[in-house]
């Protein structure tokens, strides 16, 4: 496995993504890697890793630029919020880093897919809702919501949407607006809710956010992830 920074501009910004490659030739399945929103920190590092362990190439894409990152909570909501209340930049950003995942030397363009957590997972959502040419989107713990529900026929690729029952981010009527609206879009859709899981129950740091709601859950880890693979395998075919 080879891993490097890999900068690419675009929805404004000069944005310093982080790149990780598998090891063989030939083309192989590109996966966009989006981050939480403390930013690109070694949580996102980290899956861009595993998947290229996998044999997909993985660019984990920074939203904010400079590869900028928040230490404290209030200072990561102060990133992430201006991008969460403007759909458009933030589609754009997205659309960006797809775009530099695409010109990545070996990657399959009609085998595309992208990951989210947490605040990159409402942004993966996004980039679906936009038409992008995705296979398929896995979110985890991610927003649901959206200021730009998906028109019927938008969305390309197959959906997962991976949530926590115990996540007061992402409460009941989310969930059912959510259901409601990929499904008025004709989209192909699946959700999983893990019992007991909060909001962030993948990220193995999360028991230390000072915030009501969060934890990290290793059952709801391993079995999004398993899922994930599943859904990768049903799309993507052999890598």
């Known amino acids: 496995m080879k891993t490097q920074i890999h900068e690419y501009e675009g929805g404004g910004i000069q944005s310093r993504g982080y790149l ?13 890697v989006v981050h939480e929103a403390p930013g690109l ?3 996102m590092r980290r899956r861009a890793k595993m998947l290229a362990g996998l044999g997909y190439i993985a660019l984990a894409a920074d939203l904010y630029g400079g590869g900028k990152t928040a230490e404290a909570p209030q200072e990561a909501m ?3 919020r201006p991008l969460m209340e403007d759909p458009d930049t933030l589609r754009r950003r997205m ?4 775009d530099a995942l695409s010109a990545i030397e070996n990657v399959d363009r009609a085998r595309l897919g992208a990951i989210g957590y947490c605040f990159g997972g409402a942004s993966v959502l996004e980039l679906a809702r936009s038409g992008a040419p995705l296979a398929c989107v896995v979110s985890f713990h991610g927003g649901l919501d959206t200021k730009r529900p998906a028109p019927v026929g938008a969305i390309k690729g197959k959906i997962l949407a991976c949530t926590g029952s115990a996540d007061p ?3 009941a009527d989310q969930v059912g607006r959510f259901q409601k609206e990929m499904s008025d879009a004709g989209a192909d859709w699946q959700m999983i809710v893990y019992g007991g899981a909060k909001h962030a129950f993948t990220n193995t740091a999360a028991d230390q956010i000072p915030l009501p709601g969060f934890g990290y859950l290793p059952s709801a880890d391993a079995r999004s992830w398993t899922a994930m693979q599943n859904l990768f395998g049903e799309v993507f075919g052999p890598r």
């Open 78 to 80: 102060g990133l992430a």
């Open 169 to 171: 981010i992402v409460p």
């Open 95 to 98: 659309r960006a880093g797809l």
């Open 41 to 43: 920190d070694d949580h």
């Open 20 to 32: 990780a490659l598998p090891d063989g030739m030939g083309a192989r399945p590109g996966i966009l």
